[in-house]
């Protein structure tokens, strides 16, 4: 079974300007999760999907973030301008149950 | 809003000791999650508890789900180098209507050969 898969694994970008992130779920979860994890902290859940509908985007920053999930696979999350306090790995995750999360390897963020 | 408290942080030792770490809350869980990451990859699912007083086993991993509901603990058995990283706890935590899978800090365990 193919796991969670994530683009780009990399990004630098220079503040003020807009960065998407793409991932791909594994086949047949219905639940999707968007991460920030800052150096030296836990994961901290930016917005959860059941199928094409958000279940919970209250931590989601939303005069900058936005995340969508068309059709209920795939999603992308958007940062729209980007300050230097989002650099952070960015870590896509999904699951067959609401409990048991499986995660992607993240896309690094550099905000300079 | 809610937290998972792992304890210790950080953890020296040496290779073949054993490990204990521990993960509270202040609200009950109905499951525990056990994850270990390594550096710049995402997080990897070690053990899933879904019972209170639940024990359960991963090879040199044990896993328990404490009786209160409030805590968890992870013990690692004659640790080797390869046991580098971060081990974090997480739930779902159902402040409202969906479960909402949070984690804790993490701890960090440096093993020296």
């Known amino acids: 079974e193919a796991g969670v898969a994530q683009s780009p694994r990399y990004k630098i970008i220079e503040k003020r300007q807009s960065v998407a992130f793409w991932c791909n779920p594994i086949?047949?979860?219905?639940?999707l999760y968007w991460y920030q994890q800052i150096l030296g902290q836990g994961p901290k859940l930016l917005i959860q999907f059941q199928n094409n509908g958000v279940v919970d985007d209250s931590q989601l920053p939303k005069d900058r973030f936005s995340a969508e999930r068309l059709k209920g696979v795939d999603s992308t999350l958007k940062i729209q301008p980007a300050k230097l306090e989002d650099s952070a790995v960015y870590l896509c995750a999904s699951s067959r149950t609401n409990t048991e999360a499986f995660f992607g390897q993240g896309t690094r963020l550099t905000v300079v | 809003g809610q937290q998972l408290n792992q304890s210790p942080q950080s953890m020296f030792i040496q290779e073949g000791e054993d490990v204990s770490m521990n993960c509270t809350s202040s609200s009950i869980f109905n499951t525990w999650l056990w994850y270990k990451q390594d550096p710049g990859e995402g997080p990897v699912l070690l053990i899933a508890l879904y019972k209170a007083g639940e024990l359960t086993s991963n090879g040199r991993l044990t896993a328990q789900f404490g009786i209160t509901r409030k805590d968890s603990f992870l013990n690692i058995s004659a640790s080797i180098p390869s046991d580098v990283g971060i081990y974090f706890c997480a739930g779902p935590f159902y402040g409202g209507s969906q479960g909402n899978l949070i984690f804790g800090k993490g701890t960090k365990l440096s093993v020296k050969p």
């Open positions: 086949s047949g979860h219905a639940t």
